[in-house]
């Protein structure tokens, strides 16, 4: 496996959750990394992404301000931090590893996919 995600479950409306993906040196090390979402009947979003070394990310206008992407190069993770959750912040949480040294939201720019963790805010 060489992205695994964890961390979701159930929140409540304005609650947080962190999200961990531990990913192996060879789909972490010099590639973007970032999260994608799915929702029931939707497609897969973009929700943010860091590059290689961490220091630019950029996020989805939906959660600016509310979540937070970092990594931990040493310990090849990337984390998700969720605040201020929302009822339609609820869908499958997908960690990415992009194919180039920084993040994109297009989908077609991921090399490597972990599971998803199902992230449920209820109102």
């Known amino acids: 496996v060489q992205l695994q995600a964890s961390g979701g479950g159930l929140a409540q409306a304005g609650d947080s959750l962190r999200l961990s993906c531990a990913a192996s040196?060879?789909?972490?090390?010099?590639?973007?990394m970032g999260w994608f979402r799915q929702a029931p009947g939707k497609e897969r979003e973009f929700v943010a992404g860091i590059n290689w070394s961490g220091g630019m990310t950029n996020y989805a206008d939906s959660v600016k301000g509310r979540f937070t992407i970092s990594r931990d190069k040493a310990d090849h993770r990337v984390y998700l931090q969720m605040n201020s959750l929302k009822p339609e912040d609820t869908a499958v949480y997908y960690c990415?590893?992009?194919?180039?040294?920084?993040?994109?939201?297009?989908?077609?720019?991921?090399?490597?996919w972990g599971r998803g963790t199902l992230v449920t805010v209820s109102s």
């Open positions: 990415a590893s992009f194919l180039r040294a920084y993040s994109s939201t297009n989908t077609a720019d991921v090399r490597y």
């Open positions: 040196r060879r789909t972490s090390s010099n590639n973007g």
